[in-house]
């Protein structure tokens, strides 16, 4: 149970720490990757008591896609493991019932019924279909009895949920929690305060050179305007068949301007997102260390078809903006850090990539590729770099508004429409994932992070990029500062921005 796990990480905190006799550099810092792993493991589970408060907690673990979307084995050998995990549902259904403290915030309410209720439609819906051609009447038989089981059991536990009235509030971590997730976590011990000026300081270099793009590209319209121009230049024949053309293109600018090593010859597919999963615009499922020659799938969500039709067609991206969501996701974000990764020397760089570690890469690859010339100069191109810039500048700033300065959801939302241009769709919903994942300050913390290493690092040379690229990613995917600390010989890891 949740005090065996909890019982165990303190154990292997306590154990790694013991090992500080005659260590060479390299296990010292496998040593500190562990502990934070445990440490950032335990500060959920235990300090901000997420088993208990927050539906997230169980929606990522439950994903059941790897037997659909993984070939790992032929289909009728996935069927049954499938059937082995639906026929766990229902227990687990339960427990998660007993578990969750009510009430809960609205935005849990209604993340934790859309999840769950998206599990139900996927186990008789998207999952029966991808095993339709298995000719086995009886493994069918069977899939059916307990899929529609599972189902009911979701069902069940969704209407559960959506059937709390939600309070207004009730999220908040605190900022001494706050902080405590960020050292624990990433090794940042910032300053909160210090750690917002630093948000504000990069949203306003964004925005200003956000005004600029548009002075050129949009003369004489609004900022909001210009942003909507952009986003009005829609893929015709929608944003899965658009970023299929894209990641040649751009794994190709890495190869020409030489940015990066890329091992290996694999490729990413592109697909629409399942139901259950659907809370962002889109994400990569990438394969483990130890899984060879499986599939690494990008996937990209269609509007929530209770918006009105205005706000689900202002949801869908436009081109450019989508182009970096491809660099993010893939070439040569997410990606291109999981190749690295799987093939890191380190055991822990190999199974613990961290959050601040994989965001802020594939966010800094983002400015990093427009800096390289992706676009050519083009303003509406550098728009679009830029709207993903400030999407992420706004969650930056919400997540220490939400958990430490009593924000609302509304003001939230308004931050991001007003301040970082987003739509309405997607300003809702990042609104409402900050009170549920309070890391997403990761993507623009991590960023600032790694260009203020790459500065430092490299002196300046742009010629040296690939270098420092390479040596960046070949930890795997530790905390930051650790990075920091081993690549620029300092005697221990501190945040540098």
């Not at 009895?145 to 536990?157: F, N, Q, R, S, W």
């Not at 139901?275 to 394969?287: E, F, H, K, L």
């Not at 010629?463 to 081993?486: C, N, Q």
């Amino acid at each position: 149970g949740l005090q065996k796990q909890i019982a165990f990480l303190e154990k292997t905190i306590a154990d790694a720490q013991a090992f500080d006799g005659k260590m060479s550099d390299a296990e010292k810092f496998e040593r500190d990757y562990l502990v934070h792993v445990a440490q950032g493991q335990l500060f959920f589970l235990k300090d901000a008591d997420f088993p208990h408060k927050n539906p997230a907690f169980y929606v990522g673990q439950l994903d059941p896609n790897v037997y659909i979307s993984r070939p790992y084995a032929d289909p009728a050998t996935r069927m049954k493991a499938f059937i082995s995990y639906a026929e766990k549902v229902p227990a687990a259904a339960a427990q998660i019932k007993a578990n969750l403290k009510l009430p809960m915030p609205a935005t849990f309410v209604k993340y934790g019924s859309a999840g769950f209720g998206g599990f139900a439609d996927y186990y008789t819906g998207d999952a029966k279909a991808a095993f339709a051609d298995v000719k086995d009447p009886a493994l069918q038989k069977q899939f059916d009895e307990v899929a529609a089981k599972a189902a009911a059991a979701m069902k069940d536990l969704a209407a559960y949920v959506a059937s709390q009235p939600g309070s207004a509030d009730g999220w908040a971590l605190g900022a001494d929690k706050f902080s405590k997730m960020l050292l624990t976590n990433e090794a940042v011990d910032t300053p909160l305060d210090e750690l917002e000026r630093i948000g504000q300081t990069d949203l306003k270099r964004n925005q200003d050179a956000l005004k600029a793009a548009c002075a050129t590209y949009a003369a004489g319209m609004t900022i909001a305007d210009c942003m909507k121009k952009m986003g009005s230049d829609k893929p015709a024949d929608g944003p899965v068949a658009e970023a299929r053309r894209q990641l040649p293109m751009l794994r190709a600018f890495l190869v020409e301007k030489d940015l990066v090593s890329i091992p290996g010859t694999e490729q990413a597919q592109v697909e629409e997102s399942p139901p259950y999963n659907r809370q962002n615009s889109a994400y990569i499922d990438i394969p483990g260390p130890y899984e060879k020659g499986l599939p690494s799938v990008y996937y990209i969500s269609p509007p929530d078809p209770s918006w009105d039709k205005q706000t689900q067609l202002d949801f869908v991206p436009g081109k450019k903006d989508l182009l970096f969501t491809s660099v993010h996701e893939v070439w040569p974000g997410h990606f291109l850090n999981f190749l690295h990764s799987n093939r890191a020397e380190s055991i822990f760089g190999k199974l613990f990539v961290g959050y601040a570690f994989a965001e802020g890469w594939a966010h800094y690859t983002e400015e990093m590729m427009w800096d390289a010339g992706l676009g050519d100069g083009d303003p509406e191109t550098h728009i679009g770099q830029l709207s993903n810039a400030l999407l992420r500048n706004c969650r930056y700033l919400s997540a220490i508004g939400l958990h430490t300065k009593g924000m609302t959801v509304a003001a939230s939302e308004k931050l991001f429409k007003e301040q970082c241009y987003q739509d309405e769709g997607n300003a809702r919903q990042q609104a409402a994932r900050g009170t549920y994942d309070p890391l997403y300050l990761n993507y623009t913390m991590g960023k600032l992070m790694i260009r203020k290493l790459r500065e430092d690092w490299t002196k300046g040379d742009k010629t040296k990029w690939k270098a420092f690229h390479d040596e960046f990613l070949s930890y795997g995917g530790p905390p930051i500062p650790m990075v920091r600390a081993a690549m620029m010989k300092e005697a221990s890891p501190k945040a540098v921005f």
